[in-house]
């Protein structure tokens, strides 16, 4: 399984913007299928963005269409989710996760994924 190590996360106020990444390891990387969830305390973890292994197709939750934007570069063996207009509920300990199946049918669902890094709190203040 490839290993994933999230950075970026931090303090920032409603309306601004940050950029979180996923570095992973092993050179198998541009096999992997990858996701963004998130989690607030006392809450369930939520899906937020995917993107397919070229990186042409990409997937967002409602919550944060328009807002976020997920991409990759392989040649470096990162994953980005840029995050726009940030909210206040927007609060949470940021995974990132990888995924070597085939189909991208349950891509929402933390079960597609088989590698997830440790974390990165991002904290948007009103």
């Known amino acids: 399984q490839v290993q994933l190590v999230e950075s970026g996360g931090g303090l920032v106020q409603a309306g601004g913007s940050l950029r979180l990444s996923c570095a992973a390891s092993?050179?198998?990387?541009?096999?992997?299928?990858m996701g963004w969830f998130r989690q607030a305390p006392g809450q369930e973890r939520e899906f937020v963005a995917a993107?397919?292994?070229?990186?042409?197709?990409?997937y967002y939750a409602a919550s944060v269409k328009g807002r976020f934007t997920i991409s990759r570069d392989n040649a470096k063996n990162t994953v980005y989710l840029q995050m726009n207009s940030l909210k206040p509920e927007d609060t949470a300990v940021y995974t990132c996760?990888?995924?070597?199946?085939?189909?991208?049918?349950?891509?929402?669902?933390?079960?597609?994924?088989?590698?997830w890094g440790q974390g990165t709190q991002v904290t948007v203040s009103s």
């Open positions: 993107i397919n292994w070229s990186g042409d197709n990409t």
């Open positions: 996760a990888g995924s070597l199946r085939d189909s991208s049918a349950y891509y929402t669902s933390a079960t597609f994924y088989a590698s």
């Open positions: 092993g050179r198998t990387f541009s096999n992997y299928f």
